[in-house]
């Protein structure tokens, strides 16, 4: 793997967390606010904080995909994780795996180099 494949990954692992933590704080958060107070205009800001981070990470997700050449289905499982609350933190676990094994798969590429 190369270095733009894996700061691709670590791209997406970066937004994947916050992504997956502002449906349930930021846009619940409003909405209790709305109903609870007279306090309507946070409502608007939180959702589109929100709807800028699913973007970003649609970004960074199609990035991924088209640098490691993943199958649908791969690319399809992280958009779902996108959409169910704190599915995000478990597409990082799986990112963090994947980065990690890219990693040793290079270190290892890197010595069979250097022992031919």
Known sequence: MDIKTASALHRLRLVSVPEALSFPALLIFGTLLSWLTDIDYLKMPLGMLHGILFL??????????????????????????????????YGDKLLKREEADSVLAARARREAAKAA
Not at 57 to 78: C, E, G, I, M, S
């Open 56 to 89: 970003i990470y649609l970004v960074f997700l199609a990035d991924v995909w088209n640098r490691t050449k993943w199958p649908a289905k791969k690319a399809a499982l992280f958009f779902v994780l996108a959409l169910v609350p704190f599915g995000g933190l």
